[in-house]
């Protein structure tokens, strides 16, 4: 075969030599397409399985791990919460619409392949500066294609987060979580077991759409990224919640073995590792794939990533069933082919053979790679520059200001009102709070999820910064009153090739594999997106946790707001702040550096054990997360959702800007009721957290002062302002 | 009381008004799917929120050609109630049972938020429980829904007093910041000459507890409950 043949197809010559030695001959086109996209990164997570493996992906709730579409969790009674992320990066930055609107298509076939109910999305997007009528155009684009496709299909998007940096400009992230709950016994894999069951595919038609997709998704982005373009896919949301409604049919009928989405490398994923998962082989026929348009190669055919196609593996005596309901969907099932014994994956096309592959050497063959890492230049000089340094800052007033309004902390309120997040009558808390709810109404239970990432955090510090995600996303989880049952996440880095990025990735992912395991909560999938770099300069290391908690009850969840004047508000847990890599440092000097305060996480999981125990007790009027903006911007967000002052008496031991500003991990502030404020501090006291009251609600103005300066004294109409136009200003 | 909750293909509220119906308003409640050519026994039919068949072409355009849309015309010929909430609308607007048509909202994005409403006629069915100038809470989530009638149209339907429901704020002053999309004259929801056929873009089905932000979606379903059965009790006294 030509040289430049396997090396367009972005293989090396040592995988190619692999290949030639996994199947004992040069493959032909049809085949080394197939290698090419399920050795890609993006499917074989060459460069990251041998970090992955840090992660704790067991524990008592545990279902079903890493591997399969979604993580499954148990949460009682019967029932399972089914959860994953992914990204959708590389699309998104040259098709902004379509690239988000099929990775909310995506992670929803996820859920449900297993037989869930999809009952929630959420999202974390990275953006360049809206300043940029590009950066505007993508995330308009974004937004307006998330809801595209979340609202047609009736699922309510719930949650997220969003920030704006530089180093996003030209590669957004767009990071989709979906949600799901099903009766246990109703779980079905994406395996193709049982030689002689048939192989169906139902859906779209398989057009040119998105060929090679997850090659794109392998490669760093440049100005040729627009002639990619053709590799992005269209959705149809409308076709997307038919298959929805007939697959979780035919699943809760029971009337099919396996189920597997077609998502990145189309029918050539679906294929081999359903095969390889069951330890079988399959055989097609490439000429019964319904396709859009005539003359479509048979590799082609393969790669395609056409959305809205589902394989099912199904008992033959059962397929008038299952054919029978997807018609009432106005569906048209096709039966390919047949599962066999003898491990190879066999298509024919026009009566001629075209693949001849063992399934497991395509989709689990590929290298496992341990690439160079080494610590950036940057790191140490980083580090070593101090925030408080830089000259005092006199007007905290404005600086307040300042950073409400700015678009990484501003209400998002702007984004979510274009996303139906009521839907399904089951939010109980929506956007906006520290985490979502979603009740189950069949058990009484509630769901909360967050997603939470800092690439600000884990650019200056990976291992602490990734131990700070995993913290975040739990402890918003917690704010609402819920257990962290498990997490998903999605890791979005440079280059891994690059030392220095492969360092950092290295470091983020041990520094979250900590996390989980003394937060004893376990990773039960995800994804990873290598490659986000554009011109060669890469994105801040962004993983992203997406967290799951569980409420006995919905009714019992806390909200952010403060309610009751006269309540008294406390803050809980550590003291240590820091400014670097602070929302102040950047918003008031434009500067990203410094160390960040660290983070015992013994302290942390006893702090969610306290807020969840005192949110069951009914102790606590509200409860809310420290992050961004430190004290004052969670003081400030705590009167905004409630619409009323707080009056805070505060001693400053050290520079103001550093007490109010100044971010860390493992603080939350909460609002007790007078009569029961001695009974949550003598209940934190003895759980060994540091607790300090610090002021009560009260008025119409946040005011905080240290001894007898007034550090901050502001209407909270006027910060009413800055919090929630800031969006509408700039993008209209 | 019997109710029926219509399902087309791309319908996504069927389930919302199933469960209030059902485990708040407790009526039997059956979802009735679009292929069915017969209405069965139901005392009112919900023609749900969604995106039938995408709503591609235009919200409504499609399924307005379904199988079941003949059987509502002539139910409502009867006098049945029929009430189309969102794309439910915009099924009847189609389908030539309500008056005008609902444009693109004029901020050209979807929108989904809590919005305050008027009552302007309470001597509807699907209005009786509430005074006329009661404000209620109730949200609503669309792309389609800055509603348009021409003029002479207008008139006569303010003359009949077929305008239900306008935008207002939240005590009950028309302003053009509270009318989230562009409707209008504020409209938020119409009947027809009739007054047993109604549709609204706000979603009572989505108002009906506290915890999910408003009750005052009640107010809708306890209107239709009590004109059924005053009209039984007509029927039997």
Redesign the interface.
Known sequence: MAEQSWRQLGLTDQEYAMIIEQIGREPNLVELNMYSVMWSEHCSYKHSQSALKQFPTSGRRVIQGPGENAGVVDIGDGWAAVFKIESHNHPSAVEPYQGAATGVGGILRDIFTMGAQPVAFLNSLRFGNLEDARGRYLFDGVV?GI??YG????IPTVGGEIYFEDCYQGNPLVNAMCVGIMPLERLVLGKAVGVGNLIVLVGARTGRDGIHGVTFASEELSQASEERRPAVQVG????G??LLEATLEVIEKKLVVGVQDLGGAGLTCALTETAARAGSGITVELDRVPLREAGMHPFEILTSESQERMLLIVEPDQYKAVEAVFR???LSPAVLGKVTADGQVIARFKGEEVVRVPAASVSGGAPVYNPEAQEPEYFKRLASLDPLDLPAVKDFNKALISILSSPDIASKEWV??????????C??QGPGGDAAVI?H?ESGKGLAMAVDGNGRYVYLNPYLGGMLAVAEATRNVSCVGAEPIGITDCLNFGNPEKPEIYWQFKQAVAGMAEACRVLEVPVVGGNVSFYNEVEGEAIYPTPVVGAVGLLDH??MQAKSAFVQEGDIIYLLGAKEVSLGGSQFLKKIHGQLYGKMAGLNLNLEKQLQDLLRYLISEKLLQSAHDLADGGLALALAESCLAGGSGAIIKYNCTSRPELELFGEGPSRVLVSVSPELGERVKSIATESGIPVEEIGIVQGDLLQITSGSDSLIEMKIALMERAYREVFTWIME | MKFGVIVF??S??D??AF??IRDILQQPVDYISH?TADLADCDAVILP???S????LRSGAIARFSKIMPKVAEFAARGGLVLGICNGFQVLTEAGLLPGALYRNDNL?????QVSVRVENSDTPFTNAASRGAVLKI?I?H?DGNYFAPPELLQQMEKNRQILFRYTDEKGKTRIDANPNGSLDQIAGVCNETGNVAGMMP?P??A??L???SADGLFIFKSILNHFLSKEAVKHG
Not at chain 1, 151 to 154: F, T
């Open positions: 307006a809801g595209g609202n047609c299909v009736g149809d949301p409308f076709l919640k038919l009432r969907w106005e979510w009102r274009r996303y139906d997040f009521m839907v399904r009558t939010t109980v009740r109404r919905y009714e | 293909p791309g996504n509220c389930l919302d469960h209030l292929q929120g969604g995106f068949y995408g709503d591609y994005q979807f929108r989904c938020q949200p989530a792309g979603h089905e989505r009906g507890e915890i999910l932000g």
